[in-house]
């Protein structure tokens, strides 16, 4: 069997180079940026472009003065030149540390001073302007690069993107440096301080590896199915809008791609996913569980307006899907009457539902960053699109399970069986990449109807759950169910935290498990379930311990809740804040004859409240007498990040919540 370059590089940017020099003219980075400037069209850049430019741009951080382990912030939105200056950090031997572009001077200020930034890269006016706001707070910093034009730049510090490359090009010695300096670069070199969101405390700087985040991939692609693809020269078009600045987006996005060969298409922003679905049409996307939860609300609420055939019609392919997703979720051979109802039910309802979406060629649906419902990943499934949850950290370069798109039960090596594993390829990969159902072609039928016989039970993956371990890991739970983990992806010990030592050894037991801070079990197959975070468990005032995100999940599946926080630690009973999802709420007031001055009038209104007291007694049936919510309040105003409320993976900051809405809380056990 032949090897990859993800199996043969050492280090990302020697991945990078590899791919480039076979991927040549083929396109690897589009967006609706033209040389810095955001523009209306979708603009094209190749492998070998965009390593020209990196050769550049690295040899004008060589010809600044940059050396090995110098560190250089990446300050940036996702757009090409994130990738290409993250290239050029790297190639340099330059340690990167990335920064979420959301955050604030005094957030910006600490990181810069907690690692000692040289560099700083940023990639619009904005953000520079920010850069000048902190520049005096931070000795270490010497220089600025912005990513987009400057006629003029404000400050001798400060330079664009377009004069950091004509350096690198002007200089007799940078080019031959950066040569030498990629050919070096091995494994155990540190690529990147990632700081965590900071939902418990100050950020702290991980410190991440070449290899840990190599391994990863090999982990990734190690299964039947991407063996396949990788083979076939197949790659997937990515949907990017996850901040690559995060571990999980850099991860299945963009490492992804760089190993597979892929193009990366760049949302305009997380706001224009939806109109940018449409124009892509990817064949893979990574997101975090909020995007599914609205994409399946809106269809629901198409279904409800439905009225007669069309919605009976909706409602029995639903049925059907959600049938045959339990008899593959099982492992189990679907009967031959339900394989012929599902393949009618995708010929007369899925595909439409996928295409109304943008994601008639979706393959590979990935979310992490959050729990997603067992409900919701089943739906997708019922679409025929592959729906991948898997877990991990930032510590663990993230990837500990994965709930892959894989032939996960053993099957023979024989003729007949790699013949079933080409075929899946061409129906589930080729033919529903290109936005064809597979179902609706006689060829395509023919081989669907033969691998539901044969080989999709094969194929298992649990909705509810987040994966088996991947290769090469160790996972097991503790006596009080934290989940622990030992791994060549999980962050060294001996280099753990940047500065941190104490916290280091905090972080890890005596026999050299991480300690993820997380709460789960294995169910009787091996695969992995989340109940909640350690430090989130409610614990009643009775004892009873009760764990807050299943249930604020149960509450946020209704399409008029946008957001909930469970509560109730030490205290006689669950309850909960509730964040109505405005627009749905102001047409249903409108319809109901509800007028209000504002937000504040529409929550206290007794008709809206008794609306919210049906959806909690429906969440209710469904909870031990323990979890019941005895009572909510309604809140006016949406958790966001500028509020505080929210990090930028979107995950609640439940000490802000609690401080900020504390007379509320203390009116709900009264």
Known sequence: MSSYPYQTEETLCGLFFAQASILKTRTFLRSRFRDGVLTDRWVDISWSEAADEVRLLGAGLIDLGIKKDDRIGLFAHNRPRWILCDQAILSVGAIEVPIYPTSTDDQLAYILNDCGTRGLVVDDVLLMEQAIRVKDKVPSLEFVVCMSPLETPPADYIMDYDRLKKKGEASESAPAEFDKRLRAGVGEDIAFIIYTSGTTGPPKGVILT?????????????????????????????????????????????????????????????QTVQRDLLEIRPTMMSTIPRLYEKVYEAINLTVDKMKGTKKKMFLWALGVGNRAVDYLSRGERMPITLSAQYALASILVYQKVKKAAGMDRLVLAASGGGPLSKEINIFFRSLNIQMSEGYGLTETSPVLTWNAMDITMPVPDTWFYRKLTDWLMDTMVVMQGKGKNPFAHPVGLFKMMVLSIFLLQKVVSKPGAVGQVMGRTEIKIAPDGEILAKGPQVFDRDKGYYGKPDLTKEAFTEDGFFLTGDIGHFDDDGFLIITDRKKELLVTAGGK??????????????????????????????????????????????????????????????????????????????????????????????????????????????????????????????
């Open 545 to 670: 311990n009760v764990a807050p995100h299943p249930i604020e999940l149960s509450l946020t599946l209704d399409p008029y809740v946008e957001q909930a926080v469970a509560l109730g630690d030490s205290r006689k009973y669950i309850s909960a804040l509730i964040v109505p999802n405005f627009p749905l709420l102001e047409k249903w007031a409108e319809k109901h004859g509800i007028k209000y001055a504002d937000n504040k009038e529409l929550i206290e209104n007794p008709e809206v409240i008794k609306m919210y007291e049906g959806i909690v007694d429906k969440v209710n049936e469904k909870l031990a007498r323990y979890e019941q919510l005895k009572k909510f309040r309604l809140l006016p105003a949406e958790f966001t990040e500028d509020t505080g409320e929210l990090t930028p993976t979107l995950k609640i900051k439940r000490r802000i919540v609690y401080d900020k809405y504390g007379k509320e809380i203390e009116s709900l056990y009264k």
């Open 210 to 270: 070449h290899s840990n985040l190599m391994t990863c991939m090999q982990q990734i692609l190690d299964g039947k199915i991407s063996q396949k693809m990788l083979e076939r020269g197949l790659g997937f078009h990515h949907l990017v809008h996850l901040p690559l600045c995060h571990v999980y987006g850099r991860t299945n996005d963009y490492d992804t791609c760089l190993s597979m060969g892929g193009i990366m298409s760049f949302a305009e922003s997380i």
